[in-house]
């Protein structure tokens, strides 16, 4: 903990030329951190374009794993100190975040709630049979009532512990907060380290953006720390790059007002592509799924097709198109994700 406050301290201090405390949030150590970073040599030669390394979130952990573990670190650790001893939180029914919240409850003792867009499925698969097993308390709601009435929905049920006389933590979709953002925030210099380690020059840094907690996290990062020249690129799965734009900024000002208060704002630049979407949030195409094919066959490396494989896409797309030229190194950030292929699995059973 207390080298990382030294180095945060160090790096934001650059930016700023001034010396300034932060008070690093405490945190739950539930991810094996640090994940590896590893080239993809044979995919990248068979490119043609930069090399391509993968940071592998995917392996934060077995059940828990992937990119939520390290926002839930913070979210924990704050939950607990004020004496929550169930959180709350939403998602699809196939929610990576849901799973790794409802798996981390149970690892900490606490109770989880999970309000989940949709019908309740036939047959439990996926995230939602793990989340599940780790006993979460599941209420599905119809997808245009969860749209229109979420926050009511998610302080009701607040309520409805507090009633019982316990105190429960509502963690926001993807737990993209202020304090959800420390997790990527805190990954650079994780990352810096990487870098050096292996004598590498990144010049571009890449993830899938759901809620857009991570990008932003990232984005943040490599401001605070000089690397101002970094691209930091967050592929859209869902909504377009203007609300993206908007969140992240807006995720950006409370963390500066909550961490940093009466300092000046320096806002990082966030770059979003959306064009490699599809049909919108879940929904997945032939080019997602030879992706992941591609991505399986030629690095025994495994991506999901709501988040990772969009991403993927868009990264490979843009290689091919030759729209990354000028860039040496790419870090693609493998949020994980993994349960959520098996649903899918008939698109898949087609091609072969
Ligand atoms: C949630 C998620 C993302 C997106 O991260 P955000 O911080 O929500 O933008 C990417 N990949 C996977 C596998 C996820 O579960």
């Known amino acids: 903990m207390w080298a990382t406050l030294t180095r945060l301290h160090l790096i934001i201090s650059k930016v700023f030329r001034l010396s300034m405390t932060i008070s690093i949030p405490a945190k739950v150590p539930l991810a094996a951190l640090p994940t590896p970073l590893v080239p993809l040599d044979r995919l990248s030669a068979s490119l043609g374009g930069p090399r391509i390394w993968l940071k592998r979130d995917d392996l934060t952990h077995t059940s828990m794993s992937g990119n939520k573990l390290r926002k839930l670190e913070f979210i924990v650790a704050e939950a607990l100190s004020q004496s929550c001893t169930v959180l709350i939180t939403c998602g699809g029914v196939q929610s990576n975040h849901c799973r790794a919240t409802a798996l981390a409850c149970a690892q900490q003792g606490l109770g989880c709630h999970l309000i989940l867009r949709g019908e309740k499925p036939k047959e439990l698969d996926g995230n939602v049979l793990l989340a599940k097993l780790a006993?979460?308390?599941?209420?599905?709601?119809?997808a245009d009532?969860?749209?229109?009435?979420?926050?009511?929905?998610?302080?009701?049920?607040?309520?409805?512990?507090?009633?019982?006389g316990q105190n429960a933590f509502v963690i926001p979709t993807g737990a993209s907060d202020e304090?959800?953002?420390?997790?990527?925030?805190?990954?650079?210099?994780?990352?810096?380290?990487?870098?050096?380690?292996?004598?590498?020059?990144?010049?571009?840094?890449?993830?899938?953006?759901?809620?857009?907690?991570t990008h932003a996290g990232l984005a943040l990062g490599f401001h605070h720390s000089g690397h101002t020249d970094m691209i930091v690129r967050g592929y859209a799965v869902c909504d377009n790059r203007h609300y993206f734009e908007k969140k992240a900024a807006e995720d950006i000002q409370r963390w500066y007002q909550r961490y940093l208060p009466g300092q000046p704002m320096s806002m990082p630049t966030?770059?979003?592509?959306?064009?490699?979407?599809g049909g919108g949030y879940g929904v997945a195409g032939p080019e997602v799924f030879a992706v992941i094919s591609l991505l399986a066959a030629k690095e025994g490396v495994i991506l999901?097709?709501?988040y990772t494989a969009k991403a993927f896409l868009g990264l490979v797309s843009q290689i091919r198109n030759g729209e990354l030229a000028q860039v040496k190194n790419v870090v693609f950030v493998h949020t994980g994700g993994v349960f959520g292929l098996f649903p899918f699995r008939r698109s898949f059973s087609e091609a072969f």
Do not use: H
């Open 145 to 164: 009532q969860y749209t229109s009435q979420l926050s009511t929905i998610l302080s009701q049920t607040q309520d409805d512990y507090q009633v019982k």
């Open 304 to 306: 999901d097709p709501v």
């Open 179 to 213: 304090l959800g953002l420390w997790g990527y925030y805190s990954a650079v210099p994780e990352l810096i380290e990487d870098f050096q380690r292996l004598d590498l020059n990144v010049d571009m840094v890449c993830c899938a953006t759901g809620s857009g907690g």
């Open 135 to 142: 006993g979460a308390i599941i209420t599905f709601v119809p």
């Open 270 to 277: 966030l770059d979003v592509n959306d064009q490699y979407i």
